[in-house]
């Protein structure tokens, strides 16, 4: 008996790969810090024909005709979105972060200003100004680093800012395992003249909730999006604060023009809708119950890699994030393990750790969090589970190592995944995994 009974009468091709990913995600646990499972509240909403209206501009200035209802529901989100954060101004119609993000470059910095922002393989963003990234080809990116431990050096930042006068300071990050300390930032921006913008993509449910301090008194804008802590489908929001208008009191509007006609045509009504509906729960007690278990759960997972022998970068967590340091044993043990995890079940992912000894498509850490697994209703007993299942899948593979020889690394990563495959101890992991995961149901899946 399928879930989706008009799917399977005109596409079953299709029907069948959407069960098998639904499959996927039953059986196997998303730990991966940046994805989460949406309530099926949310999937309702996106999954209505809303999905089928055209609506470029804003409420109660509409290029097409038929707008009135969608009117009131992207004032509503607006409203939401403004009360959750506890901001004057909001644009809730970026695809996702990313065009999030180069809308605030055209509504902060002419083409060719100079502008700061953490170094991806320091855990920042591509849009905060990785070289290959259009935000750097568009504007002239100078990027800050990480210590080698993990912290931000404000008085190198500072220096740094000095020197290149950015227009823009970003803070925020896609790896940063503490917490943000805001009002460093604002120091800096505010000596330099700069707009400062947070992008608290990962960490925006744990704001929301209270667990993490909020920006919104600190930096004049801020970018999210929305399917990550804050639980909602893929999207994102650009918010104006109060520092910000104070700034520049048309900031508002023209982050409204660099999204439509500077960078989108119309937006997702749908999506939209599904954050809307999102905002609202996580406006609920229930939700400050979910993050607050959400940074327990991270900590609980850090303390038992911890004694399982895993070193972690900076020690341990503030927040859903954790990197486990792998330096240790060799480069590339980012993608050995992430591979090796994989094949029992475990989602996460390689990454970059501060100062990186590794090839960049080899790299020294491994990025988990907590937000998914707390959604499916796990706690600490589990998370001590998944710690040991780390350590055991880190034990299995400790004689594989990467060549020196970069012709020799695909080959050697197919053989890699072709021998976990064939292995009786990695098939039995795989099974506990998914006995586990089979107690905890993936909230809209079942
Ligand atoms: N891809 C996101 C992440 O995994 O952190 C950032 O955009």
Excluded at 212 to 229: D, G
Excluded at 301 to 315: P, Y
């Amino acid at each position: 008996m399928t879930n989706y009974p008009f799917l399977s009468s005109t596409d079953p091709q299709m029907l069948k790969l959407i069960e098998e990913e639904n499959q996927r995600q039953r059986d196997g646990l998303e730990l991966i810090p940046s994805e989460n499972h949406t309530s099926k509240a949310v999937l309702q909403a996106l999954a209505t024909p809303l999905s089928d209206k055209y609506a470029e501009g804003y409420p109660g200035r509409r290029y097409y005709a038929g707008n009135a209802v969608v009117d009131k529901i992207e004032t509503l989100v607006q409203e939401r979105a403004k009360k959750l954060f506890g901001v004057p101004y909001v644009n809730v119609q970026p695809y996702s972060g990313s065009p999030a993000n180069l809308a605030v470059y055209m509504a902060t910095c002419e083409p060719g200003d100079s502008f700061m922002g953490l170094d991806l393989l320091s855990g920042g963003h591509l849009t905060h100004g990785w070289k290959m990234s259009a935000t750097s080809k568009l504007w002239t990116s100078h990027p800050y680093f990480l210590t080698d431990d993990g912290a931000f050096d404000f008085e190198v930042i500072r220096q740094l800012a000095l020197e290149c006068k950015p227009k823009l300071i970003w803070c925020g990050g896609t790896a940063i395992p503490r917490a943000i300390p805001f009002a460093e930032f604002a120091k800096i921006a505010d000596e330099v003249g700069a707009y400062l913008a947070a992008d608290i993509s990962h960490i925006v449910g744990l704001i929301a909730a209270g667990e993490h301090e909020s920006p919104a008194a600190h930096v004049h804008i801020i970018t999210t999006t929305t399917h990550k802590t804050l639980r909602g489908p893929r999207g994102a929001l650009i918010m104006v604060t109060e520092k910000g208008l104070a700034k520049d009191e048309k900031l508002g509007q023209k982050i409204d023009k660099a999204i439509i006609p500077g960078l989108q045509g119309g937006p997702h009504l749908n999506t939209i809708a599904g954050i809307g509906v999102a905002l609202l729960e996580a406006a609920q007690p229930e939700f400050k119950t979910y993050a607050k278990q959400v940074v327990q759960n991270a900590k609980a997972l850090g303390q038992a890699l911890v004694e399982h022998g895993f070193k972690l970068v900076t020690g341990g967590t503030d927040n859903h994030l954790l990197l486990i340091d792998l330096t240790s044993t060799g480069p590339g043990r980012g993608k050995f393990l992430q591979l090796a995890l994989e094949r029992v079940g475990l989602y996460a992912n390689m990454n970059t750790i501060p100062g990186d000894s590794g090839p960049p498509l080899y790299p020294s850490g491994l990025r988990l969090g907590s937000p998914a697994a707390t959604t499916r209703g796990m706690g600490a007993a589990e998370m001590i589970k998944i710690a040991e299942w780390i350590a055991r899948a880190s034990q299995a593979i400790k004689n594989d190592h990467l060549p020196e020889d970069k012709t020799e690394r695909s080959e050697v990563f197919k053989k890699f995944a072709e021998r976990l495959a064939g292995d009786q101890n990695f098939e039995t992991l795989r099974q506990e995994v998914q006995e586990l995961c089979g107690r905890f149901p993936v909230p809209a899946i079942g």
